[in-house]
């Protein structure tokens, strides 16, 4: 008999006996997640064709990516935090118990600690936040030799980029 956990409890590295529980993701997490999300995602590749515009000025690109990281901190980690933190326990924040819905008044390094661990166990690749914000692609056939992992660009040059495990929060 196979035995499946939805979910983790990790002890946190920043405070000392506090521990949280949140969610594993899953394929029907993740779509239920991008369809929950679907207009702040919007707005966020908005802002990433924004601050990516061709001729954009150095400052213009500098202050995008300013509201970029606003708007991760301000939109999307509240998103990672209601969707992936079940409990928390060990830590009192102004006498009452740190829960999901109070953790944003509690200690800063565990606030980030958990957004963190979320998107961590979440593991999307850098490649999956890529195609998280991007359009929906036709059928139409490449032109080209393809893989799972490359793809040739409008030039027809295969690209690969690694796969590493990143945040959604990119600068």
Do not use: C
């Amino acid at each position: 008999m196979y035995a499946f956990e939805s979910k983790t409890t990790l002890e946190s590295k920043t405070i000392p006996g506090v521990s949280f529980t949140i969610r594993k993701m899953t394929d029907a997490r993740r779509a239920k997640f991008r369809l929950q999300n679907a207009d702040i995602l919007a707005e966020l590749t908005s802002k990433f064709e924004q601050r990516d515009a061709p001729g954009i000025t150095d400052v213009a690109k500098h202050r995008a990516g300013l509201e970029i990281e606003i708007f991760l901190a301000d939109k999307i980690n509240p998103a990672w935090l209601s969707w992936g933190l079940i409990s928390v326990s060990g830590v009192i924040a102004d006498g009452a118990d740190v829960t999901p819905a109070n953790l944003a008044d509690g200690p800063e390094e565990l606030y980030n600690e958990i957004v963190g661990a979320i998107k961590t166990i979440a593991q999307m690749t850098e490649a999956e936040i890529k195609n998280l914000l991007s359009p929906t692609t036709s059928g139409l056939p490449v032109v080209g030799e393809t893989s799972d992992t490359t793809a040739p660009d409008a030039n027809g040059m295969a690209i690969s980029e690694p796969e590493t495990v990143v945040s959604i929060s990119q600068s």
